[in-house]
Nanobody, 118 residues
């Protein structure tokens, strides 16, 4: 499956941003799925995922500011970032992987850049 992220851009600190991920087929039927990010000079990290059971999991450092959900009418995976900080600046990637697999073994999008200005 091919994934395409959208919604990145430049946002001021304290603002909000909504990222979307669409698939070549239907992303609504794929699980687990999730969002990851890689900041300059840092390793890639998990932002938020939706498990096979539909449970959402958000990185501890982002709880309270990040939500993930499926937009079924639009058939997209949505990541909402609120109260953004300069340290949220990163390339954000959408990923989908099958049951029993690691995210690295799944499909990844090309990423969408988020830049937060102070």
């Amino acid at each position: 499956v091919q994934l395409v992220e959208s919604g990145g851009g430049l946002v001021q600190a304290g603002g909000s941003l909504t990222l979307s991920c669409a698939a070549s087929g239907s992303i609504s039927s794929i699980a687990p799925v999730g969002w990851f990010r890689r900041a300059p000079g840092k390793e890639r990290e998990m932002v938020a995922i939706i498990t096979e059971s539909g449970r959402t999991s958000v990185a501890d450092s982002l709880k309270g500011r990040v939500t993930i959900h499926r937009d079924y009418p639009k058939d997209t995976l949505v990541l909402q970032l609120n109260s953004v900080k300069p340290e949220d600046t990163a390339m954000y990637y959408c990923a989908a992987w099958g049951s029993g697999y690691d995210p690295e073994q799944g499909s990844w999008g090309q990423g969408t850049q988020v830049t937060v200005s102070s």
